[in-house]
């Protein structure tokens, strides 16, 4: 079968590797039908993430079991499900409290021992738990696959920052950081009933699809600029803020910027985050910092149900979509900022 594999910085390659098989009774054989490079797959390609030549790559992706284990009880072929980006077994103490990325028989797609999302086939090790089914009536809507899609990372991390920053009705919010996540951070807080949701980004496509988001207003100040604007437009800060970079300038303005009493849910896969912990300020004003790896597989059927129910849309992250012969150009146009994220369509 083809598939992405990583050969160096700024180097991914569509080649041929082993046919995805199960090995395990518990493991299910999905064929791909689509993919997506992701901004975190950005810190490996760019050489700031440990990841060795010859690994697989790409840990959002859905399509049809093609083959099922034999201790697999709850999917058959021909079902259409997605995965969330880090499979689990549904049964230890930590994917019983909803965090299934601490899962203790867990793991995540592609590196070395995995088959990654970004090839024509996965090996789905713990499927029954993992793997989300779709209904049957979806196979063909390619609207609603598209809309789907980010459910298996950017729409579920985005409800993981608007819950772990409390957003509630009537809430104001901030959200920093304008890829993906972030655009989905607005969706989810709105979603949750916000009153005003204060974008923190500067790239005007990207500024488009928050207002079809739902964002209010948008600031393009960045540092200790945005913070004043912040704390001068909402007298005081907002009450949830969402990080959803990961680095040293967008942690200090959130922590810079929220409310007294207020949280921050922090997203961003961290890279120099923890440089800008306001921690003084955050002490004597009382703000919390919750978050972390989303356990996306907690809200999948929640958030699907919205979908379903044509309530919740986060499909207008895609600009543009890529055959899986060209995932390396996929990934050259999101490493370039010419696209907010890429979806691969197989
Ligand atoms: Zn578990």
């Given at each position: 079968m083809k598939a992405t594999v990583f050969h160096g910085k700024g180097d991914v390659r569509v080649e041929n590797v082993p046919d995805a098989a199960v090995v395990r009774p518990s493991d299910a054989v999905v064929r791909v039908t689509h993919a997506c490079v992701c901004g975190s797959d950005l810190w490996f390609y760019r050489g700031d993430a440990p990841w060795e030549p010859g690994w697989r790559t790409g840990h959002e992706f859905m399509g049809v079991i093609e083959e099922a284990g034999a201790g697999v009880r709850t999917l058959k072929k021909g079902d259409h499900v997605f995965a969330p980006f880090a499979y689990s077994d549904g049964t230890c103490e930590f994917c019983r409290k909803g965090l299934q990325t601490s899962c203790l028989g867990g793991g995540y797609w592609g590196g070395a021992d995995n088959?990654?999302?970004?090839?024509?086939?996965?090996?789905?090790?713990?499927?029954?738990?993992?793997?989300?089914?779709?209904?049957?009536?979806?196979?063909?809507?390619?609207?609603?696959?598209?809309?789907?899609?980010?459910?298996?990372?950017?729409?579920?991390?985005?409800?993981?920052?608007?819950?772990?920053?409390?957003?509630?009705?009537?809430?104001?919010?901030?959200?920093?950081?304008?890829?993906?996540?972030?655009?989905?951070?607005?969706?989810?807080?709105?979603?949750?009933?916000?009153?005003?949701?204060?974008?923190?980004?500067?790239?005007?496509?990207?500024?488009?699809?928050?207002?079809?988001?739902?964002?209010?207003?948008?600031?393009?100040?960045?540092?200790?600029?945005?913070?004043?604007?912040?704390?001068?437009?909402?007298?005081?800060?907002?009450?949830?803020?969402?990080?959803?970079?990961?680095?040293?300038?967008?942690?200090?303005?959130?922590?810079?910027?929220?409310?007294?009493?207020?949280?921050?849910?922090?997203?961003?896969?961290?890279?120099?985050?923890?440089?800008?912990?306001?921690l003084r300020r955050m002490f004597g004003e009382n703000i919390a910092l919750r978050g972390g790896v989303a356990p996306v597989r907690a809200y999948a059927e929640e958030l699907l149900a919205d979908v379903l129910a044509g309530k919740l849309d986060p499909s207008p992250v895609f600009d543009l979509t890529v055959g899986l012969d060209d995932v390396p150009r996929g990934y050259a146009a999101m490493d370039a900022r010419e696209a907010i994220k890429v979806m691969v369509k197989l």
């Open positions: 088959d990654g999302g970004q090839g024509e086939a996965v090996r789905a090790p713990l499927a029954d738990a993992t793997l989300v089914k779709l209904p049957a009536e979806v196979a063909n809507d390619e609207k609603l696959l598209r809309a789907i899609l980010p459910l298996t990372d950017v729409m579920g991390t985005g409800h993981h920052a608007a819950l772990c920053a409390g957003v509630k009705p009537g809430a104001t919010v901030a959200v920093v950081g304008d890829g993906a996540v972030g655009l989905c951070g607005v969706l989810a807080a709105r979603r949750l009933g916000a009153a005003r949701i204060i974008l923190f980004g500067r790239h005007p496509d990207r500024i488009a699809v928050a207002a079809e988001f739902g964002a209010t207003e948008v600031v393009q100040e960045r540092g200790t600029d945005a913070v004043a604007r912040a704390l001068d437009m909402t007298a005081g800060g907002p009450d949830a803020v969402l990080e959803c970079v990961g680095n040293e300038g967008s942690m200090a303005m959130a922590t810079g910027m929220c409310r007294p009493g207020g949280a921050v849910g922090y997203v961003g896969v961290p890279y120099g985050a923890q440089q800008g912990l306001d």
